[in-house]
């Protein structure tokens, strides 16, 4: 119907660092590490997964545990510069306890989409760890980079970045200070 949304698109973006040492430097196990933490997460976000239920003309919504996932793991960005990623489109339908499908109520993953990103990090940050790489806290939010490549090897991957930053610039603005949606327009 007009005006429903099909899925939803949530995107797991490894760590510039994490895409350079998989894509360029050919560490394979990083790409497995990715997919993992993305595995994680999503086992995450099946569990507050809900439809909502009417009953007695009043709707609330009711956990049904259980998503539609298509997954599509790219290496590239849009400039072409290595990007690991994932686009995790969630179908808005789930399964209730009684095997009815409904349409997924996605309020609760919205609201918790800042967690989300937080997890898929931490989980990222363990398994990378795991395999004998030390990391580097680059934002208290939790992003990180791998400890042996710097900032200006980052930045040299960036083109996309270093575009959405220029946009921003044209504004007067910079990430830290543009809304959230100045930062979806730019990018």
């Avoid at 569990?47 to 545990?65: F, L, M, Q």
């Avoid at 490549?149 to 044209?170: G, K, P, T």
């Avoid at 603005?173 to 327009?185: I, S």
């Amino acid at each position: 119907a007009e005006g429903r949304r099909g899925g939803t698109d949530l995107t797991f973006s490894a760590p510039k660092s994490i895409s350079m040492q998989s894509l360029i430097a050919g560490d394979t196990r990083l790409v497995e590490a990715h997919d993992l933490a993305v595995a994680k997460t999503l086992d995450y976000v099946q569990g507050i997964a809900a439809c909502r239920v009417t009953e007695d003309g009043r709707t609330r919504p009711e956990k049904s545990g259980n998503l539609l996932v298509a997954s599509f793991r790219h290496d590239l960005s849009r400039a072409a510069d290595p990007n690991l990623h994932t686009h995790a489109v969630v179908i808005n339908a789930t399964q209730r306890p009684d095997g009815q499908w409904r349409a997924l109520e996605q309020t609760e993953i919205y609201r918790q989409q800042m967690l989300i990103g937080a997890l898929y990090r931490s989980e990222l940050a363990l398994e990378v760890q795991k395999l004998g790489y030390e990391i580097r806290s680059t934002h208290a939010d939790g992003r990180f980079e791998l400890a042996h490549i710097a900032d200006r090897q980052v930045e040299a991957f960036s083109q996309r970045s270093s575009a959405i930053e220029s946009a921003l610039a044209a504004q007067g603005k910079t990430r830290e200070t543009a809304t959230a949606r100045e930062k979806e327009v730019a990018t």
